[in-house]
């Protein structure tokens, strides 16, 4: 009767006190390897009541506390849609493709191979650079001597902005806060983003917007760059 209570006492304290040491010391979170020799060390040290525990009990405990964290772990890495949205957003991500909308229509203004990336940061902060591949360069060395037609044409093939974002986690909508913009009528601006995150794929498309004179739905498709 005295072995009996002894086991269930060093389980029911051992497997309480070790979880939470473990836990509280962060050993839960992604990334971070529990091993067995540490969570040996551990359970040595547990006492029930004053009550030691065999070994046979120690390594069995052991094992268990190793098998739970790894699950845990592999739970977290095997299913990133459970993160909130906007902490699934943060990274850099390269443009895929850059597509107008109208109704059944598409286009692409930029060209099939526009080049971009925009970058989400943990502290709220968004960059975004998006190009027309191919611009002509200026006849002169001097940025500031461009011809008319020059400007025009760099002006019109290349949009870039930052700022800071949030995130509506219910609508699924992420909002652009800009600071600076290479389009004066964005300063100060919120541009909204439906987001649609398909793994590595990352879809953002704004409500209809006024683009080369027409109402339109721009599309933009982002690859997360490792």
């Known amino acids: 009767m005295g072995s009996r209570l002894t086991t269930r006492c060093s389980w029911r304290g051992a497997v309480g006190a070790e979880w939470r040491r473990h836990v509280r ?4 979170d992604r990334g971070t390897v529990v091993r067995p020799s540490q969570l040996m060390a551990s359970v040595r040290q547990t006492e029930c009541e004053g009550v030691k525990m065999t070994r046979t009990t120690r390594s069995i405990l052991a094992l268990l506390l190793v098998a739970v964290v790894h699950g845990s772990e592999r739970t977290q890495a095997a299913a990133p849609e459970l993160q909130p949205l906007a902490a699934r957003l943060v990274g850099h991500w390269s443009l895929v493709s850059f597509e107008a909308v109208t109704g059944g229509h598409r286009e692409y203004p930029f060209g099939r191979d526009a080049l971009g990336q925009i970058t989400y940061d943990a502290a709220g902060h968004v960059a975004v650079q998006i190009m027309k591949a ?3 360069p200026f ?4 940025q500031a001597a461009g011809t008319v037609e020059e400007v025009s044409a760099a002006f019109t093939g290349y949009v870039a902005y930052y700022g800071s ?7 699924g909508v992420v909002i652009h806060h800009l600071a600076a913009s290479m389009f004066p009528n964005w300063v100060g601006s919120e541009q909204r983003r439906e987001v649609l995150l398909e793994g590595d794929q990352l879809t953002l498309s704004t409500p209809p917007t006024l683009f080369q004179g027409r109402q339109r739905v721009l599309r933009l498709v982002w690859k997360r760059l490792e």
Do not use: K, L, Q
Request: aromatic share 6%; charged share 40%.
């Open 165 to 171: 974002y949030s995130v509506d986690e219910r609508a």
């Open 139 to 142: 006849a002169s060395g001097d």
């Open 134 to 136: 191919g611009r002509r």
């Open 25 to 28: 010391h962060g050993h839960r």
